[in-house]
Structure formats: C-alpha cells, structure tokens
C-alpha cells in the first residue's frame, strides 16, 4: 500500500511538470513565478476522487456542482495577464474547490475566496487549510456582487466567462488595480483586462479564449415592444 502511494504521488508530479511544459510554456506563459506556482500546486487535490486521473488533461475538468476547473492554458494565462505581485490583495471570484486561489496564493500577499456553493466553499477551506496556504480566506456569498467587505482589491480574477460584468467590480477594485476576466461564450469569447487609473476604469483586450461561464453573470434580459 504504502508503494502503491508513493508512485501515485510521482506519477501525478510528472503530470504536473508534463502540463507546464506542453499546455503552457507553449502558450505565451513565460512568467518565472507563475509557472513555478503550477508546478507547486497539486492540482489533483483540487478535484474528485474519481477525476483525479483526469486532472492535467488540457480542458476543463468537471468538479461536481456543475462546476469546472478552468483549462490549464488560459487560467495560466489570465493570472500572468493579472500581474499579481508579492503585497497584492486579491479577489477571486469563483474559486469552486480553491485550486484557483491556490495558485494565487504563491504569487499575492493575501487571498479572499469567493465561492456561491456552500460545498464547494467547504471543499476549499478544507484542501487549502490542509495544504498550509495561510494567507487565503474562503468566503461565501453571490458571485456577482464580489465581496464588499474586504475591498478595495489590487487584483481581481474572475474564474469563468461572463456575459456581464456587474460595475460593482470596478467598485471594490483599487486605484491602480486590475481585473482579468473572459467576456462572452464559445469560441469568440474575449479575455480582457482591466485598469483603473484615478477612479476612471479602462480596459483593452489580451486573448481568445472558450471556458465555461460562471453562474450569476447571465446577460439581464431586456424587453421589446
């Protein structure tokens, strides 16, 4: 039993080193602190018991709740679009089971963990709690409104693709912040980022990309007459 462990631990680090390397070295990822943060984080403790197998595959990776981990490729490439630094507060909106804030975590002073589903906030606490990463805080509550409370933000993630994005966010971020988000669905989704400069928000685009949408973020419906 206790081999069988161990060459369940080696093979999942190899798989780890094998994402970085060919989902995304191979996309523009060249940040040093990112990329040494994925290969830290064990991603397979981030997902359920039966999908750990499926954890490094390059697309999103169901972990219960209709939920998703974002494709390895363009979360990379949103948080280095982010340029999270060592005294930076971050909010990530969306974390789902933590992996998200995990990541975060090496790279940012503090993290608050915004998560909807009271599971999947559990779920966080627990494998964040366990693998020692103090400096982030698992919160619940809707995922449109951010989170208020602990704002202004130097950075905020939101881990999914949205069809509107609430000027609440803008709201809670700091003067010389940003925001990195997926706007849109499907293949003509849009990952843009987002500043704010003495109180006036701007924002340019960054990539294409296809994730799956975050719940709360539905365009309002609007009536014709």
Do not use: W
Request: hydrophobic share 45%; net charge negative; aromatic share 8%.
């Amino acid at each position: 039993m206790f081999i069988a462990k161990i060459g369940c631990v080696m093979d999942f680090a190899t798989q780890r080193t094998a994402m970085v390397d060919n989902q995304i070295r191979t996309t523009d990822v060249t940040d040093y602190k990112v990329l040494e943060a994925l290969l830290t984080v064990p991603r397979e403790e981030f997902v359920p018991t039966a999908q750990r197998p499926l954890a490094y595959i390059d697309e999103d990776v169901s972990i219960g709740r209709g939920r998703y981990l974002m494709e390895p490729s363009p979360f990379a490439k949103l948080i280095q679009l982010a340029a999270i630094g060592p005294r930076d507060v971050v909010l990530d909106v969306g974390c789902g089971t933590g992996y998200s804030s995990g990541i975060i975590s090496h790279l940012a002073g503090s993290v608050v963990a915004l998560e909807s589903d009271p599971e999947l906030a559990a779920a966080a606490m627990e494998t964040l709690t366990r693998l020692e990463l103090v400096n982030v805080v698992v919160v619940e509550g809707p995922l449109n409104e951010g989170y208020p409370s602990e704002a202004p933000y130097d950075v905020i993630v939101i881990e999914g693709a949205v069809m509107e994005l609430p000027d609440a966010f803008f709201d809670q971020l700091r003067d010389g912040g940003r925001l990195v988000v997926v706007e849109g669905v499907g293949n003509s989704a849009m990952a843009r980022l987002y500043m704010k400069d003495e109180g006036i928000v701007s924002g340019r685009f960054a990539f294409n990309c296809a994730v799956k949408p975050l719940p709360g973020f539905e365009k309002k419906a609007t009536f014709v007459f």
